[in-house]
């Protein structure tokens, strides 16, 4: 079954979904030729392996708290807290708590 991706004008809740039944799974909002939007279910003690993608990203903590690596440093990302990162650098990501985050992905061709 394809997943149903939000529409033009559409309005999409991202409230935090770590204490919502039913919402505990990432989902792609939305994509664009030029842009991704995902709601990031991320479990305490789940990982993100390292991975890069060719465009900037912004990832913004809507509850729980976040590792984010990159570039060989470590920070934390509390609820309330987004970063940026430029396009091709490699990250990853850990959940120190159970937490949820939206994620922004610029797409490059």
Do not use: N, W
């Amino acid at each position: 079954m394809a997943i149903q991706h939000a529409i033009s004008g559409q309005p999409v809740s991202v409230l935090p979904c770590v204490d919502m039944p039913g919402e505990r799974q990432t989902v792609a909002i939305f994509k664009t030729s030029e842009l991704e939007v995902i709601r990031l279910v991320l479990p305490k003690g789940k990982s993100m392996p390292s991975h890069k993608v060719a465009g900037d990203i912004t990832v913004q903590c809507l509850a729980g708290s976040i590792a984010f690596d990159s570039d060989g440093t470590s920070q934390t990302l509390a609820a309330g807290e987004m970063l940026y990162l430029s396009g091709g650098v490699v990250h990853s990501l850990t959940g120190i708590e159970d937490a949820c985050a939206l994620l922004h992905i610029v797409l490059r061709r």
